[in-house]
C-alpha cells in the first residue's frame, strides 16, 4: 500500500470522525455518534503498538496539513476520540523494577522519517518520562537532597522541571517571537510540596497539548539555535531524561538505562544549544585551549562525536575524521555519555575511558556547567 494512500485514508478518517463528534443533534443522534465511535475505537484497538502509533502519526500530520483554526483542533484531538488519549493520558509508566530503556522517541534528523512522526514521538517520550518522575517522587520526602544538584530537594527539582512545562507552553501557545523571561509566567505553584507531583503532570499535559496542535515547524522563539516548536520538544525530552536520573539517584537508586536514540538525540541538541547559552559561552570563550580537539565516543551504537576548540567557542561533528584528538573519552552507553556531559556522573567513574589530555575533558566540563 503506498504511503499516498495510507495518508489518505487517515485523513478520510480523521475528517469523518470529527463530522461524527461535531454533529448537530438534528443531523445525527447523539447516542448513534456514540456508538458508531465506540465500534471504529474499538476496532482500531485491535491493531498492534507498532502500528497504532503510526495510525496516530498519520492522523496527527493530516490535521497539520489543515490551516490553523476549530478544524484543525478538532482533527487533532481524533485519536483521543478514538480511545488514544493524548499527553501524560495516553502513557504510561513502566512496572516497578523493569530494566526496559527509558524513552524511545527520538527527534526527527534528516534521512530518519518524517518531521511531524518525530515530533509526535518525541512528545509521547516526554510524557513517558515526567510520569515517571512524578511516580518517583509523589511519596518520596520533599526535603531528601539531590545530590547531582548540589543545594537543591526533590522539591526544588520538581518545581524546576514543572516550570520548564509551563515556560515552554506558555512560548508555545502565545506563538512567542521575542524572549519571554521564565519568571514572568505565572506557576500556580501548590503550597504543599506533597502536590507537586500532580501540579508537575498538569503542567508537561498543558504544554505537551500545545506542542502537538502546533507541530513541529511552527516558528517560535527559543533560547537555542533552531526557533521552532521542535526546539521545545527536543528540550522537555532533554530535562525529562536527565531531571529523571537526578530523582532516581537522590533516591539511592541508579539511573535507569537509556534508549540511545534518546540519548543520542539529547547530546547533540545540547551541543548545539551550548554556544547560544550565555553561562557556557562565556566560560568556553576563555578557555585558551584553541586548536584542541575532543572525541566522544559511546561503545553501544560506535557514535563518534568530535569537538574542535577555538575562536572563542567549539564546533563539533559526527564521527572520527578530522586532527587527532587531543583528549577522548568512551563511554559503554551513550546514556552514560550524556550523563556526563550533564555532569551527572563524575569523570573518574570507572564507567569511563580516557585517552591523551584528561584535563581538557575536565576543563570543557567545568565550562559547560548547567
Not at 31 to 45: I, K, M, S, Y
Amino acid at each position: 500500500m503506498s504511503d499516498a494512500l495510507l495518508s489518505t485514508l487517515a485523513e478520510a478518517l480523521a475528517e469523518l470522525v470529527t463530522a461524527v463528534e461535531t454533529s448537530d443533534d438534528e443531523d445525527l443522534d447523539p447516542d448513534t455518534a456514540v456508538q458508531w465511535l465506540a465500534n471504529t475505537g474499538h476496532t482500531l484497538g485491535r491493531l498492534g503498538a507498532a502500528d497504532r502509533r503510526a495510525l496516530d502519526t498519520l492522523l496527527h500530520e493530516a490535521a497539520l496539513r489543515q490551516p490553523p483554526g476549530p478544524w484543525r483542533d478538532a482533527l487533532i484531538r481524533v485519536p483521543e476520540r478514538l480511545g488514544r488519549p493524548g499527553g501524560l493520558r495516553g502513557a504510561a509508566p513502566a512496572a516497578s523494577g523493569t530494566a526496559a530503556p527509558v524513552g524511545t522517541g527520538v527527534a526527527w534528523a534528516p534521512g530518519t522519517g518524517s518531521p511531524v512522526a518525530g515530533h509526535v514521538a518525541t512528545c509521547e517520550a516526554v510524557a513517558e518520562h515526567v510520569l515517571r518522575f512524578a511516580a518517583l517522587v509523589r511519596d518520596a520526602e520533599p526535603t531528601t537532597p539531590v545530590p547531582t544538584c548540589p543545594g537543591w530537594t526533590l522539591a526544588d527539582l520538581t518545581r524546576h522541571l514543572g516550570a520548564v512545562h509551563r515556560w515552554t507552553g506558555h512560548l508555545v501557545r502565545t506563538r512567542a517571537t521575542v524572549r519571554v523571561r521564565a519568571e514572568d509566567v505565572p506557576l500556580d505553584l501548590p503550597s504543599d510540596p506533597a502536590a507537586y507531583a500532580d501540579w508537575l503532570t498538569a503542567g508537561a499535559e498543558s504544554a505537551l497539548a500545545a506542542l502537538s496542535t502546533a507541530g513541529p515547524d511552527l516558528p517560535v522563539w527559543s533560547p537555542g539555535a533552531d526557533p521552532h516548536v521542535r526546539h521545545h520538544s527536543r528540550r522537555l525530552l532533554s530535562e525529562a531524561v536527565v531531571h529523571l536520573a537526578d530523582a532516581e539517584l537522590a533516591l539511592g537508586g541508579p539511573a535507569r538505562t537509556v534508549d540511545p536514540r534518546t540519548a543520542a538525540d539529547a547530546i547533540d541538541h545540547f551541543l548545539t544549544d551550548a554556544p547560544y547559552i550565555p553561562w557556557i559561552a562565556e566560560p568556553l570563550a576563555h578557555l585558551d585551549r584553541d586548536g584542541a580537539v575532543l572525541r566522544l565516543t559511546a561503545r553501544d551504537t560506535g557514535a563518534v562525536r568530535t569537538l574542535a576548540l577555538g575562536g572563542g567557542g567549539f564546533t563539533w561533528s559526527r564521527g572520527s575524521g578530522g586532527p587527532e584528538p587531543t583528549a577522548g573519552v568512551v563511554a559503554e552507553s551513550t546514556g552514560e555519555l550524556l550523563l556526563l556531559l550533564h555532569r551527572r556522573y563524575p569523570a573518574d567513574d570507572a564507567r569511563f575511558t580516557h585517552t591523551g589530555d584528561r584535563e581538557l575533558l575536565d576543563d570543557w566540563l567545568a565550562a559547560t556547567a548547567l
